[in-house]
Nanobody, 115 residues
């Protein structure tokens, strides 16, 4: 069992930056991948970025060159640095953790980008 808490969302103007945090607790030694997903109103949830326990990183094409995922193992925290934000990045951002027992999700944090 892994518990996840996202933070760092807020209001930002287009072109600005935000850093999201995903703090994990519980059986963190079981995690083999942490991912960020987002869901805008009326749209399906989409994958944004992920990082594995080995440090392998992948990004969705829509955020490549603008977003950076990283982790601090000592703090059991994964970050999503979001730069050059666009209005289409507006969504609730969720962190998830894949373990040998299943997938756990956080409650989400709202990101709103204004024009």
């Amino acid at each position: 069992q892994v518990q996840l808490v996202e933070s760092g969302g807020g209001l930002v103007q287009a072109g600005g930056s935000l850093r999201l945090s995903c703090a994990a607790s519980g059986s963190t030694s079981l995690i083999y991948r942490i991912g960020w997903h987002r869901q805008a109103p009326g749209k399906q949830r989409e994958w944004v970025a992920s990082i594995t326990s080995r440090g392998n990183i992948n990004y969705a094409d829509s955020v490549k060159g603008r977003f950076t995922i990283s982790r601090d193992n000592a703090k059991n925290t994964v970050y999503l640095q979001m730069n050059s934000l666009k209005t289409e990045d507006t969504a609730v951002y969720y962190c998830n953790a894949e373990t040998i027992r299943g997938v756990d999700w956080g409650q989400g944090t709202q990101v709103t980008v204004s024009s």
